[in-house]
């Protein structure tokens, strides 16, 4: 059975930083493309970014409004995906969700239930 | 990169059918036939319903059915059950190595 499982999340200063984990089981995690996508209270989901595993030079993609100040990484060895969160806005506060895209699909069959991150003074 | 357009809210009674209507442009929705549906329930995660358009996953029901017209997406749910009360959201591949969603749709079973 796939499953996806968010840690990390919390109350965070603005400006601040906070890194969350996604660990994988159930599936070859090496073969799968991982993302971050996160849900505003009130608000629609929002793709946050990628990584590709290593075939693809774990390259990475970003959403324009965390671009610069977010990083997805991965280790392949832990079954770990992870997002480095830097100058923590307040509209930055969502639930974050990972989940993965494989092969040539591009859909996302397998979400995490997702960590709340709270960016506040 | 705007997110798609979808109506904040629709609604049917109990075995009626909706539609769901998913705008874009010709950089996203009308440029590749990479659509998706997600299923959210009040606290939960999202479930994927519908793929590349109009493929259904294993398990999900005949009921949700996708399709595609230049810029427009749309999601059509036949047989209104109450268990379909949920946001509903689409997603579309951009082309650049991004995805965009949108705004997501509530639909209520009255």
């Known amino acids: 059975e796939v499953q996806l499982v968010e840690s990390g999340g919390g109350l965070v200063q603005p400006g601040g930083s906070l890194k969350l984990s996604c660990t994988a089981s159930g599936f070859t995690f090496s073969g799968s493309s991982m993302h971050w996508v996160r849900r505003a209270s009130g608000k629609g989901l929002e793709w946050v970014g990628r990584?590709?595993?290593?075939?693809?030079?774990?390259?990475?993609t970003y959403a324009a409004s965390v671009r610069g100040r977010f990083t997805i990484s991965r280790d392949d060895s832990k079954n770990t995906a992870y997002l480095q969160m830097n100058s923590l806005k307040t509209e930055d506060t969502a639930v974050y969700y990972c989940t993965r895209t494989t092969g040539t699909l591009v859909n996302f069959d397998y979400w995490g239930q997702g960590t709340l991150v709270t960016v506040s003074a | 990169q705007s997110a798609l357009t979808q109506p904040a809210s629709v609604s049917g009674s109990p075995g009626q059918s909706i539609t769901i209507s998913c705008t874009g442009t010709s950089s996203d929705v009308g440029g590749y036939d990479y659509i998706s549906w997600y299923q959210q329930h009040p606290g939960k995660a999202p479930k994927l319903m519908i793929h590349?358009?109009?493929s259904r996953p294993s398990g999900v029901s005949d009921r949700f059915s996708g399709s595609k017209s230049d810029n427009t997406a749309s999601l059509t749910i036949s047989g209104l059950q109450p268990e379909d009360e949920a946001d509903y959201y689409c997603s579309s591949y951009t082309g650049s190595n991004t995805w965009v969603f949108g705004g997501g749709t509530k639909l209520t079973v009255l």
């Open positions: 590349d358009v109009s």
């Open positions: 990584i590709r595993g290593k075939a693809n030079t774990y390259a990475t």
